[in-house]
Antibody, heavy 120, light 106 residues
Framework: VQLVQSGAEVKKPGASVNVSCKAS????????IQWVRQAPGQSLEWMGW????????KYSQKFQGRVTITRDTSASTGYMHLSSLRSEDTAVYFC??????????????WGQGTVVTVSS | SYVLSQPPSVAVAPGQTARITCGGN??????VHWYQQKPGQAPVLVVY???DRPSGIPERFSGSNSGNTATLTINRVEAGDEADYYC?????????FGGGTKLTVL
């Protein structure tokens, strides 16, 4: 069971970024996928989650309107799209899996993280 | 919105017991999960649902939850336990993380 994320990205302010999260070793559509970011030296910050079965999403109010989380069930892959990037969005972005099928639980599997750097 | 408060740092000598707290209003009514994160690595789940351990996590790690405070306890602390620790709950389907506690092994 693992989640493998896409590689590092460097973006200019105002641009958008897409980070992917490919799942393997389990039934992708049975477990919610979460997205969490961590700015340098800072705490974990939740961005949102997606029910991979029905596509329902829940976003943090902080990112509402700027983040879109989707999934491709045929590819067992989740995606996080963040727009209107600014320097404060420089961070490591993680995907993670809910521990149980019904969701709203602990995160038992994490991706390796994707470094996103926003710089002019 | 719901807020979780953790002490920024805790320091203990090897072999001693470390207790890391996570404060929140009536946190006992929520399930608390704990993660360990070492530098440059993804977090690892060490305790879920207040007190349960995933397979592979040593019995030295335990959790409790009462009133307005949840606690992660690490018995017989080892040098390898030095890391940042984060608590996590849900509030109205939103994920809430504590600010994290840096555990230093003296």
């Amino acid at each position: 069971v693992q989640l493998v994320q896409s590689g590092a990205e460097v973006k200019k302010p105002g641009a958008s970024v897409n980070v992917s999260c490919k799942a393997s070793g389990y039934t992708f559509t049975s477990y919610t996928i979460q997205w969490v970011r961590q700015a340098p030296g800072q705490s974990l910050e939740w961005m949102g989650w997606i029910n991979t079965g029905n596509g329902y999403t829940k976003y943090s109010q902080k990112f509402q309107g700027r983040v879109t989380i989707t999934r491709d069930t045929s590819a067992s892959t989740g995606y996080m799209h963040l727009s209107s990037l600014r320097s404060e969005d420089t961070a490591v972005y993680f995907c993670a899996r809910d521990r149980v099928v019904i969701g709203n639980d602990a995160f038992d599997i994490w991706g390796q993280g994707t470094v996103v750097t926003v710089s002019s | 919105s719901y807020v979780l408060s953790q002490p920024p740092s805790v320091a203990v000598a090897p072999g001693q017991t470390a207790r890391i707290t996570c404060g929140g209003n009536d946190i006992v009514s929520k399930s608390v999960h704990w993660y360990q994160q070492k530098p440059g690595q993804a977090p690892v789940l060490v305790v879920y649902d207040d007190r349960d351990r995933p397979s592979g996590i040593p019995e030295r790690f335990s959790g409790s939850n009462s009133g307005n405070t949840a606690t992660l306890t690490i018995n017989r602390v080892e040098a390898g336990d030095e890391a940042d620790y984060y608590c996590h709950v849900y509030d109205s389907k939103n994920v809430i993380f504590g600010g994290g506690t840096k555990l230093t092994v003296l």
